[in-house]
C-alpha cells in the first residue's frame, strides 16, 4: 500500500475525524432538544430510552456490515455514500408526527451513520504510520465528542430561533458541506491509492468463520468488554444530560445549550491526550503496554457515580466533564490497542465490532435507564451503577493475554 506525505496523511485523518463530527451531530440533535421534542409528542423516560435504543440497535446491527463492505471497497466513496444518506433520514426528523414515526427514523439513521466508525478507523489505519496511529485514534474519537460539542448549542439556538423542527433541518446540512472536502482532501493520486484499496484476500472473503475468528482474538475480545463496560456511563452524558439538566438541577430548555457542550470537549481532551502518551510509549518500545493509562481512564470514567453528590448545574457538569476525559482516553487507547494487533485486512471489521459492542450497550442500558428513572423518581440510582461497572471491565482488559502488536 503507497504512504502519503505526513502533512497529506494527517488532513485525511482530519478530514475523516470529521466525518465522525457531522454523524454526531446528527444523532445528538434530538438529545439536546429531547425536553421540548418529549413534551411535544408526548414521550415519557422509558420512551425516550427506546428512542436512543432504536438508533443503537440498528447500529449494533450493521456497523459490522458496513465495516465488512469498506474492506472490501474502500472508505473513500463509501463514506460519501453513507453521509448523503444519512444527512437524508436526519433531515426527515424534523417531520416526524409522533413517537411511531420518530422511532422509525432513530432506526434508520442507526443503519445509515453504521458506515461512520469503520470508515473513519479505515482511513486513519490506512493514511499514518504505525507509529502515529494511537494519536491518529485519539483524534478520530474528538470528532464524536466535536460532533456533541457543536450539537448542544446549535439545536438549541436553531430552536430558540425557530422549530424542534427547524433544528433538525439546520443540522442536518452538515453533511452536504463535509462531501466536497472529503471529496477534495481524498481525491490524489496517493490518497486514492490508499483509502480505495480493496482488501479482497481470503481473510475478508469467509464469512461466518472470519466473524467468529475474528472475535475469538483476544486483542478484540478485551476491546469488546472493556467498550460494553464504558459505554454506558459515557452514553448517559450523551443521551440523559439534558433531561438529567431539567429534571434533577431545575433548568429550562433555553439554558441547556451554556451547559451540554462541556462534557464533550473534555471527552476530546481524554482522547487526544491518552492517545498521544500512547503515540509516544510507542515510538520508543516496540511492545508497550498501556496498561496504567487504561487504569488511570476507567477510574476518572467511574466518577460519573459522584454526579449526584455536586451541589449545583455548573459542579455537576464539570464532574461528567471529568468522566469523559476517561471514557475518552478508554476509547482512544482500547481501540488504538486492537487495531495494532490484528491484521490490516480486518480494521473496519474489527472497528464495526467495537462500534457494535457500543451500540449493545446503549440498546440494554437506556431503555433499563428510562424505567428506572420513571419508577424510581430520581437519577441517582442510574449513576452509580453507570460508574461501578467500568472498574471490572478496566481489570479484564489489563489482565487479558494478548499477542505482540504488529508495526507494519
Not at 26 to 52: E, F, H, K, M
Not at 351 to 373: C, K
Not at 401 to 407: D, F, I
Amino acid at each position: 500500500m503507497e504512504r502519503l506525505g505526513r502533512g497529506q496523511a494527517w488532513t485525511v485523518a482530519i478530514t475523516a475525524t470529521l466525518v465522525m463530527a457531522v454523524s454526531y451531530v446528527d444523532r445528538q440533535t434530538l438529545s439536546a432538544i429531547s425536553p421540548t421534542v418529549c413534551q411535544a409528542l408526548d414521550i415519557d423516560n422509558a420512551s425516550y430510552g427506546w428512542l436512543t435504543s432504536a438508533f443503537s440497535f440498528a447500529y449494533l446491527v450493521f456497523a459490522p456490515l458496513a465495516g465488512r463492505v469498506l474492506d472490501r471497497v474502500g472508505c473513500r466513496l463509501g463514506l460519501v455514500a453513507a453521509v448523503l444518506a444519512w444527512s437524508a433520514v436526519s433531515a426527515l426528523h424534523a417531520l416526524a408526527p409522533s413517537f411511531a414515526a420518530l422511532l422509525l427514523l432513530r432506526v434508520l439513521l442507526g443503519i445509515t451513520e453504521a458506515p461512520s466508525f469503520p470508515g473513519g478507523a479505515q482511513a486513519v489505519r490506512r493514511a499514518l504510520p504505525a507509529s502515529e496511529r494511537s494519536t491518529g485514534f485519539g483524534l478520530l474519537f474528538t470528532g464524536s465528542s466535536l460532533g456533541g460539542t457543536v450539537a448542544g448549542p446549535l439545536a438549541v439556538a436553531l430552536l430558540a430561533h425557530g422549530s424542534w423542527h427547524a433544528a433538525f433541518l439546520g443540522t442536518a446540512a452538515l453533511g452536504l458541506a463535509w462531501v466536497p472536502v472529503w471529496l477534495f482532501v481524498s481525491g490524489s493520486k496517493g490518497a486514492r491509492a490508499a483509502l480505495d484499496q480493496r482488501e479482497d484476500t481470503d481473510e475478508t472473503r469467509e464469512s461466518a468463520e472470519t466473524w467468529t475468528r475474528l472475535l475469538a482474538d483476544p486483542a478484540v475480545l478485551r476491546g469488546v468488554i472493556l467498550v460494553i463496560a464504558s459505554a454506558p456511563a459515557i452514553g448517559f452524558i450523551i443521551n440523559w444530560l439534558p433531561k438529567y439538566l431539567v429534571a434533577e438541577r431545575h433548568l429550562v430548555q433555553a439554558e441547556l445549550g451554556k451547559y451540554i457542550w462541556l462534557p464533550m470537549l473534555f471527552f476530546d481532551i481524554g482522547a487526544v491526550g491518552f492517545g498521544a502518551l500512547a503515540s509516544r510509549r510507542e515510538r520508543t518500545l516496540a511492545h508497550a503496554s498501556h496498561k496504567d493509562l487504561i487504569a488511570v481512564a476507567a477510574l476518572a470514567a467511574s466518577l460519573i457515580a459522584a454526579v449526584p453528590l455536586a451541589p449545583g448545574p455548573w459542579t455537576a457538569v464539570l464532574t461528567a466533564s471529568v468522566m469523559m476525559v476517561g471514557g475518552g482516553g478508554l476509547f482512544s487507547l482500547l481501540t488504538g490497542d486492537m487495531l495494532s494487533r490484528i491484521s490490516p485486512s480486518r480494521v473496519s471489521m474489527a472497528g464495526g465490532m467495537t462500534a457494535a459492542a457500543q451500540s449493545f450497550a446503549y440498546v440494554v442500558a437506556n431503555p433499563l435507564a428510562g424505567a428506572v428513572i420513571d419508577r424510581t423518581r430520581s437519577y441517582t440510582g442510574v449513576l452509580v451503577a453507570l460508574g461501578v461497572i467500568v472498574l471490572p471491565g478496566a481489570a479484564a482488559w489489563i489482565l487479558w493475554p494478548v499477542s505482540a502488536p504488529r508495526r507494519a
